[in-house]
């Protein structure tokens, strides 16, 4: 058990950090919308899945078969602009239709909630039913589609002796940081960025102070749409292969490393997801694979007896996030 | 349909073999009844066919099907003496619908023998009813292991069990693919993991090392277990459960540069494997299944006969357990050639029965069980799972 846990250190560290890149770029949506509307976006996870979905398209467009190299990191670029663009899109469209009617009339919360639930199975039904058939012209049930290894994997792009990362690995890493980097400067210097902090600190003083509460709520859902859209073509990089209802299972590990790290907190939706990551490897290296949920959720209600507001504390504002 | 067949192939397991003891029983009624009766009126015996035809599985029990009326019509044909009537009863697969299809059958269609059911849980509550009314069934794909068991009297499969499944993949993973460590993976569903835990018990009692691993058949990212297999370094990995996962596993397993030998069960002969796993990855994949499906008539002539008449008939390949259907069926024709017309004689009639079949030799233990217990090997090759040989001699490099 032990040695399991030290000979597959590396590599469960490095598939850690590639499954929690994803955790974190998508966690980052739930975060950001809960940071300023107190909501939950359930529906943030089919974004994703809409997402993952542009990008499938986009990399069969290209008609591109085993591309490596730059040529591959080329490609992946496209697809993530592609695909956050229709995340985004999305986002945007989801907002103003779901929740803005409820916002303008002072809906309780709960009615926001049940809004999110619905258009989350909206979504997974219209993908489900009619837009993968119309897009991909498959007849083939839940959306599914055969694997057509557009990319060609190394196993090795980086090898110092037991350290070996994968080329998909190393971009979807590396990708994934940058994006963060990109929205943590967004936030934190640009106008509209202010304009997210201050409504998440105090909404009533932030429209007394100039700020146009409607644009704000409609960056924050595109802001996360676009980080969705990105995770979703690097999923796509990773796994060639997606269906309608791909965002469920990671929308609720998303969701977890959004509260592990500090819900409303940019960074510790970073630190929750690689953290989360870590966790289901080392847990599934040490007791099997099917403990990795059990390791994960165990260290998870742990963290938040000792820290009920996650690892990095709960508002936008507060770690200037 | 292919990736609705795997589903279908495990409840067909299980409703076939009920299937075949409600049709059995069914005909016993029949021809203990009157005999004027439609069932034993002297030119004419009913022979029931129970299985999903309509519903959500009936991908996998459309080629037996077909393959009983391809038999049967077939015998028809010649004229004979005594004619065999086919009558086809759709239990979707569910027991309960299959129960009240199965009393009808025995006491309204007097039927003389029944093929089916198609999945293992439809032949759980169907074989006390064909039990009673005395009515022969032969399931052509229920595997569950635990029907054999039953003590039943009526009750027949000509398809091997999962034992059997089992004990076949240990012999070619020792035998031919010449193994040393086998790594067992599952998704942790009951099919699954009682193939996975009866193959490394099996090979284990052979000297292979092993290892398991279960993964989340809803999750996506398998790397864990990928990790496990790389440390291990095992020859053969093993996956029990159905294609999309399987797929799934195959991939990231070539992906993470495991180099070894890749195998699957009856849950994953469908060509929904192949386009899951991508199919520069798929290539060399292994399959080990319980049926035949063999065009080309590598294991015997008849089998490509079978094939060709099956195309012309029906005017698709031949399928999943549509070998088997074929065989049920002609276990009922060879009983009826012989003058049995009534279940009882029927009955008494298979526990003698040897007759070649299209798949195997049709020959029954006591139990019902098929006497030999071939397990078929598959092997991707382009975008088509062909057909090997028998696990005791496919050769694989």
């Known amino acids: ?321 | 349909m292919e990736r609705l067949g795997t589903l279908r192939r495990n409840k067909m397991r299980i409703t076939g073999a009920v299937a075949v003891s409600a049709a059995l029983a069914l005909s016993a009624v029949a021809c203990g009844g009157d005999d004027s009766d439609s069932g034993g009126n002297g030119n004419e015996v009913t022979i029931g066919f129970m299985g999903d035809l309509t519903g959500t599985d009936s991908g996998l029990v459309i080629p037996p099907k077909q393959g009983a009326l391809l038999a049967i019509e077939q015998y028809n044909a010649t004229n004979p003496k005594v004619k065999i009537k086919f009558k086809t009863y759709d239990s979707q697969g569910k027991p309960e619908q299959a129960t009240s299809l199965a009393l009808g059958a025995v006491k309204n269609d007097k039927i003389a023998g029944l093929i089916g059911p198609a999945f293992s849980g439809e032949s759980q509550s169907v074989g006390p009813i064909l039990e009673e009314a005395k009515i022969p069934s032969v399931s052509p794909s229920a595997t569950n292991i635990t029907l054999g068991d039953k003590g039943w009297k009526y009750w027949h499969r000509v398809v091997a069990d999962d034992a059997a499944q089992s004990a076949g993949v240990a012999n070619f993973v020792m035998n031919s693919a010449k193994a040393k460590k086998v790594f067992l993976v599952s998704d942790n569903q009951d099919y699954g993991k009682g193939l996975a835990d009866a193959i490394e018990k099996a090979v284990k009692e052979k000297g292979a090392q092993t290892q398991n691993d279960a993964v989340d058949d809803k999750g996506t990212d398998y790397s864990s277990t990928v990790n496990k297999v790389n440390q291990f370094k095992p020859d053969v990995v093993y996956f029990g459960g159905y294609y999309s996962v399987a797929g799934r596993l195959f991939k990231q397993l070539r992906e993470g540069g495991y180099k070894g030998k890749m195998m699957s069960g009856d849950g994953s002969l469908a060509t929904g494997l192949i386009e899951g796993t991508g199919q520069q990855n798929a290539q060399g994949t292994l399959i080990s299944c319980g049926c035949l499906i063999d065009p080309e008539g590598k294991t015997n002539p008849k089998a490509k006969k079978f094939a060709d008449d099956y195309k012309a008939k029906f005017n698709s390949e031949v399928a999943i357990y549509s070998t088997e259907g074929f065989d049920a069926a002609t276990a009922f024709i060879e009983a009826v050639k012989a003058g049995k017309t009534k279940p009882e004689e029927i009955n008494e009639f298979l526990k003698t029965i040897a007759a070649p079949g299209v798949g195997k030799q049709i020959k029954f233990a006591d139990n019902g069980e098929l006497a030999t217990q071939d397990i078929f090997i598959y092997q991707v090759e382009g975008n088509k799972l062909p057909l090997l040989g028998n696990s005791n001699e496919a050769k694989v490099s």
Do not use: C
Not at chain 1, 109 to 118: C, V
Not at chain 1, 149 to 174: A, C, M, R, Y
């Open chain 1, 1 to 321: 058990m032990l040695d399991d846990f030290i000979n597959q250190f590396w590599p469960s560290t490095i598939d850690g950090l590639a499954l929690g890149a994803i955790y974190a770029l998508l966690a980052l949506g739930y975060t950001m919308v809960y940071g300023v509307l107190r909501l939950i976006n359930f529906a943030h996870a089919d974004i994703f899945m809409v997402g993952t979905f542009a990008a499938l398209w986009t990399v069969r467009s290209l008609g591109v078969s085993a591309v490596g190299g730059f040529a591959l990191v080329g490609v992946v670029v496209l697809t993530a602009v592609v695909a956050g663009a229709v995340a985004g899109g999305g986002a945007m469209l989801l907002e103003v239709t779901a929740y803005r009617p409820l916002r303008k009339r002072g809906a309780s919360r709960l009615a926001a909630l049940i809004s999110a639930i619905g258009a989350s199975i909206f979504i997974q039904q219209l993908f489900a039913t009619v837009v993968v058939h119309r897009v991909f012209g498959t007849s083939k049930e839940g959306g599914k589609l055969p694997v057509d290894e557009h990319f060609k994997k190394l196993t090795d792009v980086v090898d110092f002796g037991p350290i070996q990362i994968s080329n998909d690995k190393l971009i979807v890493f590396v990708g994934a940081v940058l994006m963060m980097i990109a929205l943590d400067q967004f936030v934190n210097r640009t106008k509209l960025g202010r304009g997210i902090r201050s409504t998440a600190q105090d909404p009533e003083t932030a429209v007394l102070m100039g700020v146009n509460i409607d644009r704000v709520v409609s960056v924050t859902f595109v802001v996360g749409g676009v980080m969705a859209g990105v995770a979703a073509a690097l999923y796509i990089l990773r796994f060639e292969q997606t269906n309608y209802f791909v965002g469920f299972l990671l929308g609720i590990k998303a969701f977890t490393a959004a509260v592990l790290g500090g819900i409303g907190n940019i960074r510790g939706a970073l630190a929750g997801g690689f953290t989360l990551g870590l966790l289901e490897m080392y847990g599934s290296s040490l007791f099997g694979s099917p403990w990795r949920d059990v390791v994960a959720f165990t260290v998870l209600i742990l963290v938040l007896m000792f820290r009920p507001t996650g690892i990095l504390g709960e508002s936008l504002q507060q770690a200037r996030a």
